[in-house]
């Protein structure tokens, strides 16, 4: 829900200021919605590189080198999110996100299931762990949607 609150909250600050400065590209919902997902997965990825560690545990024993693989998925999210940025690259960088995110789905699957805590410091309740998963198919819809 962090993750969507970011997305919503830099979507529309990015629309206000399209129109009161009167950038078209930013008065077009599509392009925020691409501009708020590149940004949120820069950041995204970008601590998945400076704090591996802390997110190793949701796929420690279900796939090996669960440190390299952070670090892959974290240097995956910040390519394919720059990728959102650029005309040419935009459509398969989301297509590439998109499949990322279905690809890490089970990882979120094992964290609801085991209870685990959810990663960076998340609220760790319950309710919380199981509504994330709901959010994965509004996270894909989203980037779906920004570049169709």
């Not at 999110?81 to 989301?94: D, R, S």
């Not at 279905?102 to 199981?130: C, D, E, Q, T």
Request: aromatic share 14%; net charge positive; with cysteine.
């Amino acid at each position: 829900m962090a993750f969507f609150s970011g997305l919503c909250s830099i979507a529309l600050l990015l629309l206000a200021i399209g129109y009161i400065f009167q950038i078209p590209l930013l008065q077009q919902l599509p392009a925020d919605a691409r501009i708020s997902a590149a940004v949120m997965f820069l950041m995204i990825g970008v601590t998945h590189l400076l704090k591996p560690r802390k997110l190793t545990y949701m796929i420690e024993g279900m796939i090996p080198y669960p440190l390299f693989m952070v670090l892959f998925t974290g240097a995956l999210e910040i390519l394919l999110g720059a990728g959102l940025l650029f005309p040419a690259t935009q459509y398969y960088a989301g297509w590439g996100l998109i499949i990322l995110l279905v690809a890490m789905f089970p990882a979120n699957i094992r964290v609801a299931v085991l209870n685990l805590p959810a990663p960076g410091g998340l609220p760790s309740k319950p309710w919380y762990i199981w509504s994330r998963l709901l959010f994965q198919p509004v996270y894909i819809l989203w980037i779906w949607w920004a570049i169709n």
